[in-house]
C-alpha cells in the first residue's frame, strides 16, 4: 500500500529531537523555529515531559470516558488556573478542527441558530464546521458547501456590527492571532467590539486559540491583551507538545446535558499527563515570560532589516514579510544553515513559531544566519 501523497515533503528525515534541536537520519542537527506547525511548546523530548508519560504508561494508558479519570480533573484545574478561566468548564478531544467542531455545535445548541461569521485569512481546520468557516476554497468539497457563513474582513468592526445585526448569527470566530493566513493581529479595540456587539445581539465569541494560546504569545492566550473574555476557546497544538490533544474552554453560561458531546479517544490518560506535564513544565520554568522576553528580542533585532517589509507578531509567534517570495529564502536556511520556519499561505511571510523556551543563543544564531541569507 501507498501513502496518499497531499503533502510536499522535504528530504529530511529527523530520527531524535531535543529542546529546540532535531538530528537527521544522518546525525545533521537542525535549529527548530517551526515546532512541526506551532505544536512543540516545551521543547523537544523534555525530560519531565517524558517521564511523565513513561510512568503512565506503564500504568494505564487509555480508558474510554464512561469511568472516573482524576487526571482530567487535574488537567482542568491547573489549566484554570493558568489561564485565568478558573470558572469556565473543559471539554477534552483530540485536534484543533475537533476543538472547534465542538465549538461550534456548542454554539448552535445553545443559541438554536446556523449562521457563523469568520474572517478573511483565517484557518480554523478541514473537518465539516471547521473547514466551511476557513477562507481557502481550495480545500472545501462540494459536500460542505453552505450558505451559512459570512466570512469579513479581520478588524473591520462596521462590518461585525451590521452583520450580527439581524440577530441570526450564532458565532463570531476569529484566531488570537491568524497563524496560517501570516500572522495578523486582530487589534484590541476590534475584539472588545467584537465582545460588545455579541453581548449585544445574542452571539457567541469563539476565540480559536488552537495555534496563539498556550503562553506562545507571551499571554496565555493572545486575547488577554485586549482584557476581553471568550465565551468558547477551542485549543489544541501546544497543549500536549505533540501528543495530540485538544479541548474547548466552556463559559459558564453553557449548560451541559449527558450525551451533547462526546469522543472516545478525548481526554485519556496519556493524553492527560502529556498536557498536565506541559502546565508543569510551563510554570517552573516561566515560559511565558521566556516567550515574551526571546520573541522581543527577536522582533526588535529583525526590524529594519534589509529585504524585510514589515514584522507582525506578539511573543513566539512571528511574522516577516519580505518583500519577495519567501520560498528560497525559506530553503535556503534549511539547506545551508540547518534552520526550519514556517510558511503562511500569502507565499511572501515567514513564520517563527519555536518552543517557548527558545534560547537567548539560538535566537541569536538564528538572527547572525538569517542576516546572511537576506544579505546575499
Ligand atoms: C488557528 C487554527 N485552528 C485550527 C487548526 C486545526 O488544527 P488541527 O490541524 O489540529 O486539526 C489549526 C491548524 O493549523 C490552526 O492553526
Known amino acids: 500500500m501507498n501513502l496518499f501523497e497531499v503533502y510536499p515533503l522535504f528530504d529530511i528525515m529527523p530520527v531524535k529531537a531535543e529542546g529546540s534541536h532535531v538530528w537527521d537520519k544522518n546525525g545533521t542537527r537542525y535549529l527548530d523555529l517551526y515546532g512541526g506547525h506551532a505544536v512543540i511548546s516545551v521543547g523537544h523530548s523534555h525530560p519531565h515531559y517524558v517521564q511523565r508519560i513513561t510512568e503512565q ?35 477534552l478531544c483530540n485536534s484543533g478542527a475537533e476543538a472547534n467542531e465542538n465549538a461550534l455545535k456548542l454554539a448552535s445548541f445553545h443559541t438554536g441558530r446556523k449562521k457563523v461569521v469568520s474572517f478573511r485569512k483565517g484557518f480554523h481546520g478541514r473537518t465539516e464546521g471547521a473547514v466551511v468557516i476557513t477562507d481557502n476554497p481550495s480545500v472545501i468539497a462540494p459536500i460542505n458547501e453552505t450558505e451559512n457563513v459570512i466570512f469579513l474582513p479581520l478588524n473591520d468592526s462596521k462590518a461585525l456590527k451590521e452583520a450580527l445585526g439581524q440577530e441570526d448569527v450564532c458565532a463570531v470566530i476569529v484566531e488570537g492571532i491568524q497563524g496560517i493566513g501570516g500572522i495578523h493581529l486582530p487589534t484590541d479595540e476590534f475584539l472588545q467590539d467584537a465582545r460588545q456587539f455579541c453581548d449585544e445581539t445574542g452571539t457567541i465569541l469563539i476565540l480559536d486559540e488552537i495555534q496563539s494560546g498556550y503562553g506562545r504569545s507571551g499571554k496565555f492566550f493572545a486575547h488577554q491583551y485586549a482584557g476581553i473574555e471568550a465565551d468558547l476557546i477551542p485549543i489544541a497544538k501546544g497543549m500536549g507538545n505533540g501528543f495530540p490533544i485538544g479541548g ?25 499527563v502529556a498536557g498536565l506535564a506541559v ?75 519555536p518552543a517557548l523556551n527558545l534560547s537567548r543563543e539560538n535566537a541569536e544564531f538564528f538572527i547572525e544566519k538569517f542576516k546572511l541569507v537576506l544579505n546575499k
Open 248 to 272: 474547548v474552554l466552556i463559559s459558564p453560561k453553557f449548560e451541559a446535558r449527558m450525551g451533547m458531546l462526546g469522543t472516545t479517544f478525548g481526554g485519556n490518560h496519556l493524553a492527560c
Open 279 to 353: 502546565l508543569e513544565i510551563m510554570k517552573d520554568e516561566d515560559l511565558i515570560q521566556n516567550a515574551q522576553e526571546i520573541g522581543t528580542l527577536l522582533m526588535q533585532s529583525l526590524a529594519g532589516l534589509k529585504g524585510i517589509k514589515e514584522i507582525r507578531g506578539r511573543g513566539l509567534m512571528i511574522g516577516i514579510e519580505l518583500e519577495e517570495p519567501f520560498r528560497e529564502i525559506r530553503n535556503e536556511l534549511l539547506n545551508e544553515h540547518q534552520i526550519f520556519t514556517g510558511a503562511s499561505s500569502d507565499g511572501h511571510t515567514l513564520r517563527l513559531l
Open 57 to 91: 504508561v506503564q500504568k494505564i494508558g487509555f480508558y474510554s470516558n464512561s469511568v472516573q479519570n482524576p487526571l482530567q480533573v487535574e488537567l482542568a484545574d491547573k489549566l484554570g488556573e493558568i489561564s485565568n478561566y478558573s470558572d469556565f468548564d473543559l471539554f
